[in-house]
């Protein structure tokens, strides 16, 4: 009999700054495996996290702005959203041979049972993924974090 997931959640700001790609990252493995998400689904979220986190720096902040990471782990599902003080719309793209970049909306795509782009107010936009966890076996209910 599997166990249920419970509802947690984690949200921070960070300044809008590709050196704290790598703490955001560490923040996103630690929740996730609090909560209890198999290797995969901890994986598939850094790997989210990272995709979105670097897209919001690199395309939709400034100088002095933050980005937002919320984590939200809800039943069967963990939603992920960054959010940045950019008006664009993100879009995927098909990058050349040779290029280094361009296939992060990709990797969500495939990863993501769902994701897309909230505009928020006049300030800026949420990109958000979810992901569709696989059962839980019976074991610890994963804690709540503040």
Do not use: C
């Amino acid at each position: 009999m599997a166990n249920r997931r419970r509802q947690a959640a984690y949200e921070n700001a960070f300044p809008a700054d590709v050196a704290r790609l790598s703490g955001v990252r560490r923040l996103t493995t630690a929740h996730a495996r609090l909560w209890g998400l198999d290797t995969t689904a901890v994986d598939d979220a850094e790997l989210i996290v990272d995709e979105l986190f670097t897209n919001a720096v690199r395309h939709g902040s400034r100088t002095g702005d933050h980005v937002t990471l919320s984590l939200v782990l809800d039943g069967p599902e963990l939603h992920i959203a960054v959010g940045d003080t950019g008006r664009g719309t993100p879009q995927r793209h098909i990058p050349g041979p040779g290029d280094e970049s361009g296939r992060g909306l990709f990797l969500i795509d495939a990863l993501a049972a769902k994701w897309g782009v909230d505009h928020v107010g006049a300030t800026g936009q949420r990109t958000w993924a979810v992901l569709t966890l696989p059962s839980r076996p019976a074991g610890r209910d994963p804690q709540t974090a503040a």
